[in-house]
């Protein structure tokens, strides 16, 4: 796909569709689209390494990826633990983004992988640029950090339904 054809994906009429730019009008959203990146990945491409460092929040246009998360603690010396878990998948459709996490957490490190079931193109948007314009349009800032939050409630109460669903089927398992 052309850099025009990716870009053309990015309008702010387009970006409205987001929940991240819910709320906002199409020329507040256009001080985003000045500064996104468009980025083409091929299927089976990792978009987002789990515990690698972090300094962007990504908006899926086009595609389906997969995000998963290591299933244990690190115990060995080496630190690596290939057993990862399959968590979610989304699609373009459903217009996600991910990577917020690495916006404001201290070490910036990412909290899943993100692979590219099919080929994909996604638009970033680096720390700097997107605090940027948050502070420099307050109103902007404002409206997009309730959208993240909004996101990431609804995603946290959804871990909390995981863990309960885990530790209660750990309970019925030491009972047994």
Do not use: W
Not at 83 to 105: H, N, Q, T, V, W
Not at 144 to 167: D, E, F, P, Y
């Amino acid at each position: 796909m052309s850099a025009k054809i990716s870009q053309a994906l990015c309008t702010p009429e387009t970006l409205s569709r987001y929940e991240i730019f819910a709320g906002l009008k199409e020329e507040q959203i256009e001080q985003f689209c000045n500064r996104l990146q468009i980025i083409e990945f091929a299927e089976g491409d990792i978009i987002i390494q789990e515990g690698a460092i972090g300094n962007s929040i990504l908006i899926l246009i086009k595609g389906t990826v997969e995000i998963s998360q290591a299933l244990t603690l690190r115990t060995n010396v080496s630190g690596i633990d290939t057993r990862e878990k399959s968590i979610l998948k989304l699609s373009a459709e459903s217009r996600p983004f991910f990577g917020e996490m690495s916006l404001f957490s201290d070490d910036d490190r990412r909290t899943a992988t993100v692979k590219a079931i099919v080929a994909c193109t996604v638009a970033r948007i680096d720390k700097v640029d997107f605090f940027e314009i948050c502070n420099n349009h307050p109103e902007i800032g404002n409206l997009v950090m309730q959208n993240i939050a909004r996101v990431l409630c609804r995603r946290l109460k959804q871990a909390n339904q995981n863990v309960l669903k885990l530790t209660t089927a750990f309970s019925l398992l030491i009972e047994s």
